[in-house]
């Protein structure tokens, strides 16, 4: 199996302009996370999927960010407009439950200038 | 609420040196306990996990034993090596109450030769 896949692995954008972050989820897995690292929050979850419905999205930051799950094996993290605070590495993660553990992909690492 | 609260970093040892990195909790229900690992520019990786008390995960020479009386899943390893520098985060997951996996903040792990 390749895994988690994500992409772009690296993304720099100005402020102000529209980021698209993507992931794929390995087969079988009906979890799916999103998480944003960064050194002085460490890691937050900012929201979960099951079934590819939205389950917790407590953890997204502003109206500004928003993801969705259209299908199994495909999610976005959109963030629009970006902000320099948004700067960070995105992870996305997958689990065959939302109780099982979770496989991470790279992530992306987001620059906003 | 469910919670996980692990030594704080940076650790700093020598190779063949002994590694303890503490990590407790607190959950409402029944947890299964983790520790991910985060090599320089990865994803976190499950290193082990133990789903009930007294279980004991192994593996890469790491140990952690589920402590259900005192709260703990303390990571130990007998003799570090280089390339055991990275991030470790403990998790947990608790299914008999919050429906998602926590994480600790992580403790950054290097080993000098």
């Known amino acids: 199996d390749a895994g988690v896949i994500q992409s772009p692995r690296h993304e720099v954008t100005e402020m102000g302009q529209e980021v698209t972050l993507r992931c794929k989820p390995i087969?079988?897995?009906?979890?799916l996370f999103w998480y944003r690292q960064t050194m002085m929050r460490g890691l937050e979850l900012l929201i979960y999927f099951n079934n590819n419905v939205p389950i917790d999205d407590s953890g997204m930051p502003e109206d500004r960010f928003s993801a969705k799950m259209p299908n199994a094996s495909f999610s976005t993290l959109k963030i629009q407009p970006s902000e320099p605070r948004d700067s960070a590495v995105y992870f996305c993660?997958?689990?065959?439950?939302?109780?099982?553990?979770?496989?991470f992909g790279p992530g992306t690492r987001l620059t906003v200038t | 609420g469910d919670s996980v609260t692990q030594m704080e970093g940076p650790v700093t040892l020598s190779e063949e040196a002994f590694l303890t990195i503490n990590c407790t909790y607190t959950a409402t229900g029944y947890p299964s306990l983790f520790w991910y690992v985060q090599y320089p520019g990865e994803g976190l990786q499950l290193l082990l996990k133990a789903t009930k008390a007294d279980d004991k995960g192994s593996n890469k020479g790491f140990e952690a034993t589920y402590r259900k009386e005192t709260t703990s899943f303390h990571l130990e390893k007998g003799s570090v090596q280089v390339s055991d520098s990275a991030v470790y985060f403990c998790?947990?997951?608790?299914?008999?109450?919050?429906?998602?996996?926590?994480f600790g903040t992580g403790t950054r792990l290097t080993v000098i030769p």
């Open positions: 087969s079988g897995h009906n979890s």
């Open positions: 993660a997958s689990s065959f439950e939302q109780f099982y553990e979770q496989y």
């Open positions: 998790a947990l997951s608790d299914l008999g109450g919050a429906n998602n996996l926590f």
